[in-house]
């Protein structure tokens, strides 16, 4: 079924993205794939900068180390600096448009640009922000079922934040859902 898909996910320490990153090798090895995930924070978490990597393919995974993404999530300016570079020319990137500015993106480069923070304070909790720019990630490269990764938050959050989970797939499907008509939007232009 899958083919190798990686991506590097990158944003503010507090912004969720080792919970993204956790949520999405979950979800992989409930697929019955190999997977990888490296997170990167150092003594910053909250509040600077944070990163991981997630590999996951039907195959296994010779290195978990990636030089040049074939996709990325981006959620602060910093992070599109530092990874947007590396992204292979044939990859995509997910770009957080409340945070990021347009002119900053390079716009040779495949992009779905969605005001991840402005979705998630609709949906009523800024907090989910890493949520909707992993679904719409998940819509970008058909890598997983959404189902699955939804299926998959029932083992990443802690029985604590149970009650969280009904708001988190909300949020995910919401990122799916603006990834496929930002798609539909681009092809018709």
């Known amino acids: 079924m899958l083919r190798y898909q990686d991506v590097i996910i990158a944003g503010f320490g507090g912004q969720g993205v080792m919970l993204i990153g956790n949520l999405l090798a ?11 995930f490296i997170p990167v924070y150092g003594v910053e978490m909250r509040g600077g900068t944070a990163n991981c990597t997630v ?10 180390l990636v030089r040049e993404p074939m996709s990325t999530v981006v959620l602060n300016e910093p992070s599109l600096a530092k990874f947007q570079p590396r992204l292979r020319k044939d990859g995509v990137q997910i770009v957080n448009a409340s945070l990021i500015a347009r002119e900053l993106v390079d716009t ?15 949906i009523g909790n800024v ?25 998959a938050l ?3 959050v802690s029985a604590h934040y149970a009650k969280l989970i009904p708001i988190n797939a909300v949020a995910l499907e919401a990122g799916y859902n603006f990834a496929d008509s930002y798609a539909h939007k681009n092809t018709q232009n």
Request: hydrophobic residues 45%; aromatic residues 4%; proline residues 6%.
């Open 26 to 36: 979950q979800a992989s090895m409930e697929q019955e794939l190999e997977v990888t």
């Open 55 to 64: 590999v996951l393919d039907s195959l296994p995974i010779g290195s978990p």
């Open 108 to 122: 040779t480069i495949r992009t779905v640009y969605i005001p991840a923070h402005d979705i998630a304070h609709g």
């Open 127 to 151: 907090k989910l922000t890493n949520m909707v720019a992993l679904g719409a990630w998940l819509k970008a490269t058909d890598a997983l079922p959404l189902k699955a990764v939804r299926e």
């Open 154 to 156: 029932h083992r990443v």
